[in-house]
């Protein structure tokens, strides 16, 4: 059974970072594609980013896209998502997700695995 653990949400202010992690048990994310995604209160989930693991090609929603950014470690069992300059929009429920056909797709229906999320709270 694949499972996904996030870590490294948190209650911040606006302007400051945090980075998330998500690890991925019992095997690698070795050809995978690992997303991260958020829900807000009352609203849809939504694409942040995504990465191949085998190739790091990535993929960002443009309304993160230069505060955040995804990445691996090279044993290719975690994905990380490092947030700067934090608004209080981005607070949210954030989700790791795997495709185990290696996509970096932006649509829910892509990733088979879910994590359980880890709240981001951006206070102003």
């Known amino acids: 059974q694949v499972q996904l653990d996030e870590s490294g949400g948190g209650l911040v202010q606006a302007g400051d970072s945090l980075r998330l992690a998500c690890g991925l048990s019992?095997?690698?994310?070795?050809?995978?594609?690992m997303g991260w995604f958020r829900q807000a209160p009352g609203k849809e989930r939504e694409f942040v980013a995504a990465?191949?693991?085998?190739?790091?090609?990535?993929n960002v929603a443009d309304s993160v896209k230069g505060r955040f950014t995804i990445s691996r470690d090279n044993a290719g069992n975690t994905v990380y998502l490092q947030m700067n300059s934090l608004k209080p929009e981005d607070t949210a429920v954030y989700y790791c997700?795997?495709?185990?056909?290696?996509?970096?797709?932006?649509?829910?229906?892509?990733?088979?695995?879910w994590g359980q999320g880890t709240q981001v709270t951006v206070s102003s």
């Open positions: 990465i191949s693991m085998s190739s790091g090609r990535t």
């Open positions: 019992p095997r690698t994310f070795n050809n995978y594609g």
């Open positions: 997700a795997a495709d185990r056909h290696g996509g970096t797709g932006i649509y829910n229906r892509f990733y088979e695995y």
